[in-house]
């Protein structure tokens, strides 16, 4: 960028919502910091001229404990309560007494399982967006 900004790394960031791409900066364009908290952060008022490289890693965290949260994309969280759902009701069945409750427990369960499996093989990498990898965002037009 052709910017007045020493470190824009220290003071940039971006952001990325469905197909839209955002920069914003806590300075202005003279290189001051902006106090009020309110209007801290804002669109970046530079001018690009070679481009923009946006460098990061996508690797979802690891779940390493019970109580750890799933670093999941929210696209796939219904295809997860699917996942869930199977399995429980699959544990359910291989447990209960009764051949009633056992057989409509296993019903239930391939329906959960369907569910996930199509889920999983219709919509692929395009729902998994915190796969690592290289990425590419062609915006349409900066202006």
Do not use: C
């Not at 890693?57 to 750890?68: A, F, H, L, M």
């Not at 209960?96 to 056992?102: E, F, I, L, N, Q």
């Not at 391939?110 to 889920?119: L, V």
């Amino acid at each position: 960028m052709a910017s007045n900004i020493s470190y824009p790394d220290s003071s940039a960031v971006w952001y990325i919502e469905g197909d839209k791409l955002a920069l914003i900066t806590n300075v202005d364009s003279s290189g001051s910091a902006r106090t009020t908290a309110r209007k801290q952060w804002k669109a970046i008022a530079e001018a690009v001229t070679d481009g923009v490289l946006l460098h990061y890693y996508g690797e979802p965290n690891k779940v390493r404990t019970i109580n750890d949260e799933i670093d999941l994309d929210n696209s796939l969280h219904l295809s997860l309560v699917d996942y869930i759902k199977y399995r429980l009701y699959l544990d359910k069945a291989g447990v209960s007494p009764d051949a009633g409750v056992s057989q409509s427990s296993m019903v239930v369960s391939m329906n959960h399982e369907k569910k996930f499996r199509d889920a999983v093989a219709r919509y692929g990498m395009r729902k998994r967006n915190k796969t690592g990898g290289t990425r590419a965002i062609v915006p349409s037009n900066f202006r």
